[in-house]
């Protein structure tokens, strides 16, 4: 079993940024891969960058450039650094594991365990 808490949401203006943290319990945190998600009211829940196992990563189209996702296996920690904020980025941001590790692509049924969530508020 793997518990994920998030922190580091809040409210920034737009052009802004916010750095997102997701720690994990569990010694075996190294060999997941990690994927950060977000839900808008209203909106289904969404892929937003994963990081798989050995550091490979991946981002949706409407975060690359402005989002890095990475991590920190001494600390059992996985961050999401969002850069350039705009208003359309607003939403409640999960974290999630796959004990497979390799990255299996942007399906949220492919995350075995989950955070429980951070606001995100951007104002324009």
């Keep these: 079993q793997v518990q994920l808490v998030e922190s580091g949401g809040g409210l920034v203006q737009a052009g802004g940024s916010l ?3 997701c720690a994990a319990s569990g ?25 798989s196992w ?8 409407s975060v690359k450039g402005r989002f890095t996702v990475s991590r920190d296996n001494a600390k059992n920690t996985v961050y ?15 974290c999630a594991a796959d004990p497979v590790g390799y990255y299996r692509g942007s399906d949220y049924s492919n995350y075995n365990y989950w955070g429980q969530g951070t606001q995100v508020t951007v104002s324009s």
């Design 27 to 51: 010694r075996t945190f190294s060999s997941y891969a990690m994927g950060w998600f977000r839900q808008a009211p209203g909106k289904e829940r969404e892929f937003v960058a994963a990081i």
């Design 19 to 21: 750095r997102l943290s």
């Design 80 to 94: 999401l650094q969002m850069n350039s904020l705009k208003p359309e980025d607003t939403a409640v941001y999960y």
């Design 54 to 61: 050995k550091s490979n990563t991946d981002y949706a189209h």
